[in-house]
Antibody
Framework: QVQLQESGPGLVKPSGTLSLTCAVSGGSISSSNWWSWVRQPPGKGLEWIGEIYHSGSTNYNPSLKSRVTISVDKSKNQFSLKLSSVTAADTAVYYC????????????WGQGTMVTVSS | EIVMTQSPATLSVSPGERATLSCRASQSVSSNLAWYQQKPGQAPRLLIYGASTRATGIPARFSGSGSGTEFTLTISSLQSEDFAVYYCQQYNNWPPRTFGQGTKVEIK
């Protein structure tokens, strides 16, 4: 079955760029699904960041749109997140997730990766 | 942006009892609503989509209802593994896809 695995630095300096990758295994990123990033600050709720289709089409959360770029690498079966000009408020667990084409809900999630913004 | 509001923030329930969680949308989301369960240190797990359809492998004690702006997740008889935080999420109008702030179901 499809599995997702996030990877990337756990510590990013303020004003820097957060970069994460989500590797898709057990299935193709070119299937008819969208692929999302969701984050969760410590002790808080879930916030959707944005999504990408294998064609490269994207949708972003307007609250983050000016700082977010999501891209796809079909050759590596993975998609990536870049968040620029980070502050302490961007400290969170970052999850990648699949938007299931049948249900439109997030049916598969990665385990999550903690990113701390600190000098 | 559609705002999702969950109530109560915390629900104290004894094992074996029924739990009823509410989710309200700031405008109609039709039946485009999902429920997730999250345990400490784990990723969320999809329970319900389409407001009332259980996801694969989800026990029948979990049920969802509602449409438009008012939704309910019911756990008919709480098991020990059901104590967790539950989130609703709309996918009717996006971007952005939006989540409620969560309801924590704790042992009474």
């Amino acid at each position: 079955q499809v599995q997702l695995q996030e990877s990337g630095p756990g510590l990013v300096k303020p004003s820097g760029t957060l970069s994460l990758t989500c590797a898709v295994s057990g299935g193709s990123i070119s299937s008819s699904n969208w692929w999302s990033w969701v984050r969760q600050p410590p002790g808080k709720g879930l916030e959707w960041i944005g999504e990408i289709y294998h064609s490269g089409s994207t949708n972003y959360n307007p609250s983050l749109k000016s700082r977010v770029t999501i891209s796809v690498d079909k050759s590596k079966n993975q998609f990536s997140l870049k968040l620029s000009s980070v502050t302490a408020a961007d400290t969170a667990v970052y999850y990648c997730a699949r938007d299931d084409k049948e249900s439109d809900a997030f049916d598969i999630w990665g385990q999550g990766t903690m990113v701390t913004v600190s000098s | 942006e559609i705002v999702m509001t969950q109530s109560p923030a915390t629900l104290s329930v004894s094992p074996g009892e029924r739990a009823t969680l509410s989710c309200r949308a700031s405008q109609s989301v039709s039946s485009n609503l999902a429920w997730y369960q999250q345990k400490p240190g784990q990723a969320p797990r999809l329970l319900i989509y389409g407001a009332s359809t259980r996801a694969t492998g989800i026990p029948a004690r979990f049920s969802g209802s509602g449409s438009g702006t008012e939704f309910t997740l019911t756990i008919s008889s709480l098991q020990s593994e059901d104590f967790a935080v539950y989130y609703c999420q709309q996918y009717n109008n996006w971007p952005p896809r939006t989540f409620g702030q969560g309801t924590k179901v704790e042992i009474k």
